[in-house]
């Protein structure tokens, strides 16, 4: 997913501070990641040790490290299982060559013949596997919320934000997800369709986009101009052509009152996406509102984290760089 968050001491100890405070001893970040096959989210390791992770991911195949995880958050619940936006049983499952491509959706061999990805997606087992809604996970849980959610379901992210309660998804501070921009599996959920759908139900700003690439050559145009050693480099200097969308949003706060929690916390998220300009915006409504000094604190500590020196430094360079 998007990059992980490198942080100072000073941001630390403020996040620290907030996160000690009762109002989240009391009722703890909830995070979810869907799609834990080689990792978690990288992003909270800054907030784990204060948050309730919950993670899903039914391909164990590389899911050794899901142990030592456990350490990092306050509670981490692992669930072997997909996450189905409407069925709480059994679906059929496609296993492929890469656990990270798996699906519950049938790869588009065909369409992905050409792609230097299509190894990763060569399925090796279509087994049955169990399912779970989100919806059921927070009955299961007692979960209220769910603060930030980092969905990479390969072809799902859309449908199962939208099998949430309007009011469970209204209130996600932060939300990653990974929609595709061409066709690697069967009726998949494209980008067009995601930003669609979050502009007709409004409530969040992008915050993060970055389109990964692929490297389009069909394997008979590469065995006829390329041979040995060339026909295994190729796929690495050929340009890119978009595949993916990796794709962040912060909630705006427009659909949602303003509390304290979701204030503060909203601040760590805007942080962790180095959205400054935003963080500071609710580092002010929150003194406004509540008018309290951990605001003021708030906000000193995203103008010490704004980056004023790089760009002054780089028009500089180019400035002089041209006599």
Not at 185 to 207: A, H, I, N, Q, V
Not at 300 to 308: D, E, R, V, Y
Request: glycine share 6%; hydrophobic share 40%; aromatic share 10%.
């Amino acid at each position: 997913m998007l990059n992980e968050f490198h942080t100072n001491t000073d941001c630390m100890n403020i996040f620290d501070k907030i996160l000690q405070d009762e109002i989240f001893l009391q009722d703890p970040p909830v995070l979810v990641d869907i799609g834990a096959a080689t990792r978690l989210c990288g992003k909270w390791s800054v907030i784990g040790k204060y948050s309730v992770c919950i993670a899903f991911d039914p391909d164990l195949r590389q899911m050794d490290y899901i142990e030592k995880e456990d350490s990092r958050f306050r509670r981490l619940c692992f669930f072997p299982q997909l996450v189905h936006d409407s069925i709480n049983g059994e679906v059929d499952f496609y296993l492929t060559a890469s656990p990270e491509c798996s699906s519950c959706l049938e790869p588009d061999t065909e369409r992905l013949r050409n792609w230097n990805i299509a190894p990763f997606f060569q399925v090796t087992e279509r087994r049955r596997m169990k399912s779970v809604t989100l919806p059921e996970v927070m009955r299961r849980l007692n979960l209220a919320r769910i603060d930030a959610l980092k969905s990479d379901s390969q072809g799902m992210d859309l449908r199962l934000l939208a099998s949430l309660d309007e009011t469970v998804r209204q209130n996600i501070l932060a939300l990653e997800v990974e929609p595709g921009l061409i066709d690697a599996y069967k009726g998949e959920d494209k980008f067009w369709m995601l930003l669609e759908y979050m502009g007709k139900t409004g409530g969040f700003r992008m915050s993060d986009c970055r389109v990964e690439q692929l490297r389009y050559l069909p394997a008979a145009v590469r065995d006829r101009y390329f041979t040995g050693i060339r026909g295994r480099l190729v796929n690495t200097l050929l340009p890119g052509s978009p595949g993916w969308c990796e794709t962040a949003f912060l909630n705006d706060y427009s659909k949602i009152e303003l509390t304290e929690r979701n204030c503060r916390l909203g601040w760590i998220m805007a942080m962790i996406d180095r959205q400054y300009g935003f963080a500071l915006e609710l580092a002010g409504r929150g003194e406004e509102r509540f008018g309290k000094p951990i605001y003021r604190e708030l906000a000193a500590c995203t103008l010490k984290k704004m980056p004023f020196w790089r760009p002054v430094l780089r028009k500089c360079c180019r400035k002089f760089l041209k006599f």
